[in-house]
C-alpha cells in the first residue's frame, strides 16, 4: 500500500462540525433554531458525516429536535456571516470561511428570507 493511501484523511476526518450556536434552519419544515450539540444515535439511518450523530437544535421552548446537517441551512446576517450567539465578529468570520469551504452556496440563507416548503420546489 502506497504512503499517499495511507496518510489521505477519510471523510470523517475532513468533517466541519457546525458549531454550538450556530442558527439554522430546517430546509424544508422551515422551523429556525439554534444549534446546542451533537447526539450520538445507536440506530438510524440518516446521521452526519461522521456515521453516529445528529445535530440537536434548540427551537425554544425547551424543545430540541434532532437534525442531520442534510437538512439543515445555515443563518446569515445582512453582512453574509453566519449567525451566532453572542460570538465577537472576528470569531463568526473565522466559522464563516470555514463552513463556506465545505457547503454549497445554496445551504446558507439570510436571516429574513424565509421560503414556505409548499413553494420551494427545488427541495
Known amino acids: 500500500m502506497s504512503t499517499a493511501k495511507m496518510n489521505r484523511p477519510t471523510p470523517v476526518e475532513r468533517w466541519v462540525r457546525i458549531p454550538n450556536?450556530?442558527?439554522v434552519r430546517h430546509r424544508s419544515e422551515a422551523y429556525e433554531g439554534v444549534i446546542d450539540g451533537l447526539t450520538e444515535m445507536v440506530s438510524g439511518s440518516?446521521?452526519?458525516p461522521d456515521g453516529k450523530t445528529l445535530y440537536r437544535?434548540?427551537?425554544g421552548d425547551s424543545t430540541r429536535l434532532l437534525v442531520s446537517e442534510d437538512h439543515l441551512n445555515i443563518l446569515l446576517d445582512n453582512n453574509?456571516?453566519?449567525l451566532l450567539a453572542r460570538e465577537?465578529?472576528?470569531y463568526r468570520r473565522s466559522v464563516t470561511d470555514r463552513l463556506r469551504a465545505v457547503f454549497p452556496?445554496?445551504?446558507f440563507v439570510t436571516a429574513g428570507n424565509k421560503v414556505s416548503p409548499s413553494?420551494?420546489?427545488s427541495r
Open 105 to 107: 452556496e445554496d445551504r
Open 57 to 59: 437544535v434548540n427551537v
Open 46 to 48: 440518516e446521521r452526519n
Open 80 to 82: 453574509k456571516l453566519v
Open 119 to 121: 413553494l420551494d420546489k
Open 21 to 23: 450556536g450556530t442558527r
Open 88 to 90: 465577537p465578529e472576528l
